[in-house]
Protein backbone atom coordinates (compact mmCIF):
# COMPACT_ATOMS: atom_id res chain seq x y z
CA UNK A 1 0.00 0.00 0.00
CA UNK A 2 1.21 3.11 -0.41
CA UNK A 3 0.28 7.12 0.42
CA UNK A 4 1.05 10.29 0.09
CA UNK A 5 -1.03 13.77 1.17
CA UNK A 6 -0.97 17.30 -0.50
CA UNK A 7 -1.51 20.46 1.59
CA UNK A 8 -4.22 23.92 0.88
CA UNK A 9 -3.11 26.76 -0.04
CA UNK A 10 -3.60 30.17 0.37
CA UNK A 11 -3.30 33.35 -2.40
CA UNK A 12 -1.35 36.08 -0.49
CA UNK A 13 -2.51 38.49 -3.34
CA UNK A 14 -2.99 38.65 -6.39
CA UNK A 15 -6.20 36.21 -7.22
CA UNK A 16 -8.17 36.37 -10.40
CA UNK A 17 -5.65 39.27 -12.05
CA UNK A 18 -3.22 36.20 -12.34
CA UNK A 19 -5.65 34.37 -14.45
CA UNK A 20 -4.82 37.63 -16.82
CA UNK A 21 -1.11 37.30 -16.54
CA UNK A 22 -0.40 39.41 -13.95
CA UNK A 23 2.15 38.28 -10.66
CA UNK A 24 0.32 36.66 -7.98
CA UNK A 25 1.78 35.45 -4.28
CA UNK A 26 0.69 32.31 -3.03
CA UNK A 27 1.86 29.86 -0.14
CA UNK A 28 1.28 25.95 0.89
CA UNK A 29 -1.36 25.54 4.33
CA UNK A 30 1.05 22.61 5.03
CA UNK A 31 -1.32 21.72 8.09
CA UNK A 32 -4.18 21.10 6.44
CA UNK A 33 -3.93 18.67 4.16
CA UNK A 34 -5.49 15.88 1.52
CA UNK A 35 -4.64 12.38 1.40
CA UNK A 36 -4.31 9.51 -1.02
CA UNK A 37 -3.85 5.96 -0.50
CA UNK A 38 -3.68 3.40 -3.33
CA UNK A 39 -3.62 -0.59 -2.63
CA UNK A 40 -3.97 -3.20 -5.29
CA UNK A 41 -7.39 -4.20 -5.71
CA UNK A 42 -9.28 -7.18 -7.53
CA UNK A 43 -8.19 -8.63 -10.92
CA UNK A 44 -10.09 -7.23 -13.18
CA UNK A 45 -11.40 -4.62 -10.85
CA UNK A 46 -9.63 -1.67 -12.99
CA UNK A 47 -9.38 1.76 -10.90
CA UNK A 48 -11.61 1.86 -8.34
CA UNK A 49 -11.90 5.12 -6.24
CA UNK A 50 -13.47 5.83 -2.69
CA UNK A 51 -13.94 9.33 -1.20
CA UNK A 52 -15.74 9.42 1.94
CA UNK A 53 -16.06 12.86 2.77
CA UNK A 54 -17.62 13.02 -0.48
CA UNK A 55 -19.75 10.29 -0.09
CA UNK A 56 -19.04 8.64 -3.18
CA UNK A 57 -17.40 5.53 -4.29
CA UNK A 58 -17.10 4.97 -7.99
CA UNK A 59 -14.87 2.65 -10.76
CA UNK A 60 -13.15 4.59 -14.10
CA UNK A 61 -15.35 2.22 -15.76
CA UNK A 62 -18.47 2.99 -14.63
CA UNK A 63 -17.42 7.01 -14.61
CA UNK A 64 -14.73 7.38 -17.28
CA UNK A 65 -14.59 10.91 -17.84
CA UNK A 66 -14.69 11.41 -13.58
CA UNK A 67 -11.83 14.15 -13.21
CA UNK A 68 -10.07 12.07 -10.77
CA UNK A 69 -10.59 9.12 -13.34
CA UNK A 70 -9.05 10.93 -15.93
CA UNK A 71 -6.38 12.27 -13.77
CA UNK A 72 -5.18 8.86 -12.47
CA UNK A 73 -5.31 7.52 -16.14
CA UNK A 74 -3.08 10.02 -16.92
CA UNK A 75 -0.92 10.07 -14.24
CA UNK A 76 -0.14 6.06 -14.75
CA UNK A 77 0.02 6.47 -18.52
CA UNK A 78 2.98 9.08 -17.37
CA UNK A 79 4.26 6.26 -15.08
CA UNK A 80 3.96 3.96 -17.63
CA UNK A 81 1.35 1.77 -16.44
CA UNK A 82 -1.05 0.41 -19.11
CA UNK A 83 -3.79 -1.10 -16.75
CA UNK A 84 -3.61 -1.64 -13.27
CA UNK A 85 -6.37 -2.74 -10.72
CA UNK A 86 -6.49 -0.26 -7.75
CA UNK A 87 -8.71 0.85 -5.29
CA UNK A 88 -7.46 4.38 -4.59
CA UNK A 89 -8.80 6.35 -1.20
CA UNK A 90 -9.28 9.40 -0.96
CA UNK A 91 -9.84 11.99 1.84
CA UNK A 92 -9.36 15.38 3.14
CA UNK A 93 -9.28 18.23 5.77
CA UNK A 94 -9.63 20.66 3.23
CA UNK A 95 -13.48 22.51 2.80
CA UNK A 96 -14.69 21.92 -0.71
CA UNK A 97 -15.36 25.00 -2.67
CA UNK A 98 -13.44 27.30 0.19
CA UNK A 99 -10.61 28.87 -1.58
CA UNK A 100 -8.26 26.68 -0.55
CA UNK A 101 -6.96 24.59 -2.83
CA UNK A 102 -8.91 21.38 -2.05
CA UNK A 103 -9.43 20.23 -5.79
CA UNK A 104 -5.70 20.86 -6.10
CA UNK A 105 -4.52 19.45 -3.54
CA UNK A 106 -7.04 16.04 -3.71
CA UNK A 107 -5.25 16.02 -7.39
CA UNK A 108 -1.78 16.10 -6.15
CA UNK A 109 -2.52 13.73 -3.14
CA UNK A 110 -3.78 10.91 -6.00
CA UNK A 111 -0.52 11.79 -8.42
CA UNK A 112 1.85 11.35 -5.69
CA UNK A 113 0.04 8.28 -3.96
CA UNK A 114 0.13 6.71 -7.78
CA UNK A 115 3.94 7.77 -8.22
CA UNK A 116 4.51 5.72 -4.90
CA UNK A 117 2.54 3.17 -6.03
CA UNK A 118 5.03 2.21 -8.86
CA UNK A 119 7.88 3.43 -6.96
CA UNK A 120 8.95 6.77 -8.75
CA UNK A 121 8.84 10.26 -7.22
CA UNK A 122 7.52 12.68 -9.98
CA UNK A 123 8.77 16.24 -9.23
CA UNK A 124 6.81 18.42 -8.27
CA UNK A 125 6.78 20.44 -11.96
CA UNK A 126 5.63 16.83 -13.25
CA UNK A 127 3.02 16.38 -10.31
CA UNK A 128 1.69 20.35 -11.40
CA UNK A 129 1.45 19.97 -15.05
CA UNK A 130 -0.50 16.41 -14.35
CA UNK A 131 -2.90 18.74 -12.40
CA UNK A 132 -3.10 21.51 -14.10
CA UNK A 133 -4.00 19.38 -16.99
CA UNK A 134 -6.93 18.05 -14.96
CA UNK A 135 -8.30 21.41 -14.27
CA UNK A 136 -7.87 23.12 -17.15
CA UNK A 137 -10.31 20.30 -18.50
CA UNK A 138 -12.67 20.60 -15.85
CA UNK A 139 -12.30 24.33 -14.21
CA UNK A 140 -12.43 26.50 -17.75
CA UNK A 141 -9.42 28.50 -17.38
CA UNK A 142 -7.29 28.23 -13.94
CA UNK A 143 -3.93 30.06 -14.20
CA UNK A 144 -2.35 27.29 -12.75
CA UNK A 145 -0.99 29.13 -9.76
CA UNK A 146 -3.23 26.49 -7.24
CA UNK A 147 -2.03 22.73 -8.76
CA UNK A 148 1.56 24.78 -8.76
CA UNK A 149 1.52 25.98 -5.03
CA UNK A 150 0.13 22.77 -3.50
CA UNK A 151 2.58 21.07 -6.19
CA UNK A 152 5.97 22.32 -4.60
CA UNK A 153 4.63 23.21 -1.38
CA UNK A 154 6.24 26.25 -0.55
CA UNK A 155 5.65 29.73 -1.10
CA UNK A 156 5.86 31.13 -4.57
CA UNK A 157 5.80 33.88 -6.65
CA UNK A 158 3.58 33.03 -9.78
CA UNK A 159 2.99 34.46 -13.03
CA UNK A 160 0.76 32.59 -16.30
CA UNK A 161 3.27 32.60 -19.16
CA UNK A 162 3.12 30.41 -22.18
CA UNK A 163 4.76 27.94 -22.94
CA UNK A 164 5.60 27.63 -18.72
CA UNK A 165 4.71 29.54 -15.88
CA UNK A 166 7.31 32.00 -14.53
CA UNK A 167 7.58 30.38 -10.73
CA UNK A 168 10.17 31.56 -8.12
CA UNK A 169 10.47 30.53 -4.45
CA UNK A 170 9.70 34.00 -2.28
CA UNK A 171 12.36 35.32 0.28
CA UNK A 172 9.91 36.18 3.57
CA UNK A 173 12.43 38.67 5.65
CA UNK A 174 10.35 38.08 8.78
CA UNK A 175 7.85 35.61 10.26
CA UNK A 176 4.37 36.62 9.41
CA UNK A 177 1.28 35.86 11.56
CA UNK A 178 -1.98 35.03 9.05
CA UNK A 179 -4.87 33.86 10.49
CA UNK A 180 -7.60 32.42 7.45
CA UNK A 181 -11.24 32.87 8.64
CA UNK A 182 -13.42 30.81 7.00
CA UNK A 183 -16.93 32.42 5.96
CA UNK A 184 -18.77 29.43 6.12
CA UNK A 185 -20.20 30.00 2.55
CA UNK A 186 -19.42 27.21 -0.19
CA UNK A 187 -18.67 28.83 -3.79
CA UNK A 188 -16.87 26.71 -6.48
CA UNK A 189 -13.87 28.70 -8.40
CA UNK A 190 -15.23 28.56 -11.89
CA UNK A 191 -18.01 30.29 -10.84
CA UNK A 192 -16.56 33.82 -10.42
CA UNK A 193 -13.98 33.15 -12.46
CA UNK A 194 -16.60 32.72 -15.32
CA UNK A 195 -18.19 35.79 -14.04
CA UNK A 196 -14.48 37.62 -14.38
CA UNK A 197 -14.34 36.41 -17.78
CA UNK A 198 -17.52 37.76 -18.99
CA UNK A 199 -17.13 41.07 -17.20
CA UNK A 200 -13.35 41.39 -18.65
CA UNK A 201 -15.04 40.61 -22.73
CA UNK A 202 -17.89 43.23 -22.24
CA UNK A 203 -15.24 45.75 -20.95
CA UNK A 204 -11.58 44.99 -21.05
CA UNK A 205 -10.30 48.41 -20.63
CA UNK A 206 -11.57 48.65 -17.34
CA UNK A 207 -10.92 45.00 -16.30
CA UNK A 208 -7.05 45.61 -17.58
CA UNK A 209 -7.00 48.78 -15.77
CA UNK A 210 -7.96 47.01 -12.60
CA UNK A 211 -5.51 43.72 -13.04
CA UNK A 212 -3.01 46.20 -13.59
CA UNK A 213 -3.31 47.84 -10.87
CA UNK A 214 -3.44 44.34 -8.61
CA UNK A 215 -0.16 43.65 -10.56
CA UNK A 216 1.39 46.70 -9.04
CA UNK A 217 0.44 45.82 -5.90
CA UNK A 218 1.83 42.32 -6.07
CA UNK A 219 5.20 43.66 -7.06
CA UNK A 220 4.93 46.19 -3.83
CA UNK A 221 4.00 43.17 -1.52
CA UNK A 222 6.92 40.94 -2.79
CA UNK A 223 9.13 43.22 -1.87
CA UNK A 224 7.38 44.36 1.60
CA UNK A 225 7.55 40.75 2.64
CA UNK A 226 11.20 40.57 1.39
CA UNK A 227 12.41 43.08 3.51
CA UNK A 228 9.93 42.29 6.30
CA UNK A 229 7.60 45.34 5.92
CA UNK A 230 4.39 44.04 7.81
CA UNK A 231 2.94 47.39 8.11
CA UNK A 232 3.20 48.12 4.68
CA UNK A 233 2.61 44.21 3.50
CA UNK A 234 -0.84 45.09 5.26
CA UNK A 235 -2.00 48.35 3.58
CA UNK A 236 -1.50 46.27 0.31
CA UNK A 237 -3.77 43.40 0.89
CA UNK A 238 -6.58 46.16 2.35
CA UNK A 239 -5.92 47.59 -0.89
CA UNK A 240 -5.97 44.39 -3.24
CA UNK A 241 -9.42 43.65 -1.10
CA UNK A 242 -10.77 47.02 -2.84
CA UNK A 243 -9.83 46.05 -6.21
CA UNK A 244 -11.21 42.64 -5.54
CA UNK A 245 -14.33 44.28 -4.47
CA UNK A 246 -14.58 46.06 -7.67
CA UNK A 247 -13.73 43.05 -9.59
CA UNK A 248 -16.64 42.01 -8.13
CA UNK A 249 -15.88 39.01 -6.34
CA UNK A 250 -16.05 39.88 -2.60
CA UNK A 251 -19.14 39.08 -1.19
CA UNK A 252 -20.87 40.60 1.96
CA UNK A 253 -20.05 37.87 4.21
CA UNK A 254 -16.38 37.97 3.59
CA UNK A 255 -16.85 41.86 3.98
CA UNK A 256 -18.10 41.56 7.14
CA UNK A 257 -15.28 39.20 8.29
CA UNK A 258 -12.67 41.48 6.68
CA UNK A 259 -14.28 45.00 8.73
CA UNK A 260 -13.87 42.84 12.18
CA UNK A 261 -10.18 41.68 11.61
CA UNK A 262 -9.52 45.54 10.75
CA UNK A 263 -11.12 46.58 13.37
CA UNK A 264 -9.95 44.23 16.00
CA UNK A 265 -6.12 45.61 15.20
CA UNK A 266 -5.08 43.22 12.04
CA UNK A 267 -2.60 45.06 9.71
CA UNK A 268 -4.49 44.29 6.80
CA UNK A 269 -7.14 41.79 5.58
CA UNK A 270 -8.57 40.49 2.45
CA UNK A 271 -10.99 37.74 0.96
CA UNK A 272 -8.22 34.65 -0.52
CA UNK A 273 -8.83 32.64 -3.39
CA UNK A 274 -11.92 32.98 -6.23
CA UNK A 275 -14.14 34.91 -3.57
CA UNK A 276 -17.81 35.40 -3.62
CA UNK A 277 -17.31 32.67 -0.62
CA UNK A 278 -14.89 30.79 1.06
CA UNK A 279 -12.05 32.12 2.95
CA UNK A 280 -10.56 35.38 3.83
CA UNK A 281 -6.93 36.13 5.44
CA UNK A 282 -5.93 38.75 8.11
CA UNK A 283 -2.08 39.87 8.57
CA UNK A 284 -1.79 40.10 12.39
CA UNK A 285 1.01 40.27 15.20
CA UNK A 286 1.57 37.84 17.81
CA UNK A 287 -0.49 40.57 20.02
CA UNK A 288 -3.03 41.14 17.92
CA UNK A 289 -3.56 37.33 16.51
CA UNK A 290 -6.07 36.05 19.59
CA UNK A 291 -8.48 39.38 19.35
CA UNK A 292 -8.76 39.05 15.67
CA UNK A 293 -9.34 35.27 15.96
CA UNK A 294 -12.19 36.04 18.46
CA UNK A 295 -13.45 39.16 16.77
CA UNK A 296 -13.69 36.45 13.30
CA UNK A 297 -15.88 34.11 15.04
CA UNK A 298 -18.42 36.93 16.33
CA UNK A 299 -18.54 38.14 12.68
CA UNK A 300 -19.55 35.06 12.21
CA UNK A 301 -16.45 32.80 10.63
CA UNK A 302 -17.48 29.15 10.92
CA UNK A 303 -13.49 28.45 11.36
CA UNK A 304 -10.23 30.29 12.32
CA UNK A 305 -7.32 29.00 11.13
CA UNK A 306 -3.46 30.39 12.61
CA UNK A 307 -1.01 30.32 9.96
C1 LIG B 1 -8.17 30.54 -7.28
O1 LIG B 1 -7.50 29.95 -6.20
C2 LIG B 1 -7.35 31.66 -7.84
C3 LIG B 1 -7.97 32.37 -9.04
O2 LIG B 1 -7.05 33.40 -9.40
C4 LIG B 1 -8.20 31.44 -10.18
C5 LIG B 1 -6.91 30.95 -10.80
O3 LIG B 1 -5.86 31.57 -10.64
O4 LIG B 1 -6.98 29.92 -11.50
C6 LIG B 1 -9.28 33.04 -8.68
Redesign the pocket.
Known amino acids: MSSASAPA?L?LC??????YGRP?I?APLSDVRAYARVKPGQAGSGLRFIAPDLGENWSAAEQPAHPLSELARAALARLGVEDADLTITLRSDIPIAS?M?SGAAIGTALVRALAAHVGLALPPAEVAALVYAS?RRF?G??????NTVVAYEQAIWFE?REPAPLIEPLTIGAPLTLLVGDSGVRSA?RL??GA?RERWQADPRRYEALFDQVGELVVRARAALASGDIRLLGTLLDANQALLEQIG?SSPELERLVAAARAAGALGAKL????WGGVMLALVTPETRDSVAEALRAAGATRVLGV
Not at 14 to 19: I, R, Y
Not at 272 to 275: D, L, N
Request: charged share 15%.
Open positions: KIGEHAVVAAGGEHTPSGIDRTPVVVSGAG
